[in-house]
Nanobody, 117 residues
Framework: QVQLVESGGGLVQAGGSLRLSCVASGNIFSINNMGWHRQAPGKQRELVASITNAGRTNYGDSVKGRFTISRDNAKNTVYLQMNSLKPEDTAVYYC???????????WGQGTQVTVSS
């Protein structure tokens, strides 16, 4: 079993910053691809950022240049630094881990990010 716990969400004004954290625990047998997705009310869940086991990063078009994903392999932890936040960034942000030993996706419960105008 793998568990993911997100933290760091909250309410900020437009132009502000937040840092999200996701800690993975349980039966983890490799360094895994991890990432962040988000879902706003009435919209589909979308990719925010991902990072491979080797550290290669990818970003959704709407956040590229503003957000940065990073990881601590020893702790199976991924971070999302969010700068220059916009109201359209308001969403529930979900952490994801792709298990390298089984290709199973694991998801956290999500953390709310609200950006006010």
């Amino acid at each position: 079993q793998v568990q993911l716990v997100e933290s760091g969400g909250g309410l900020v004004q437009a132009g502000g910053s937040l840092r999200l954290s996701c800690v993975a625990s349980g039966n983890i047998f490799s360094i895994n691809n991890m990432g962040w997705h988000r879902q706003a009310p009435g919209k589909q869940r979308e990719l925010v950022a991902s990072i491979t086991n080797a550290g290669r990063t990818n970003y959704g078009d709407s956040v590229k240049g503003r957000f940065t994903i990073s990881r601590d392999n020893a702790k199976n932890t991924v971070y999302l630094q969010m700068n220059s936040l916009k109201p359209e960034d308001t969403a529930v942000y979900y952490c994801n881990l792709r298990a390298g030993w089984s290709s199973q996706d694991y998801w956290g419960q999500g953390t709310q990010v609200t950006v006010s105008s």
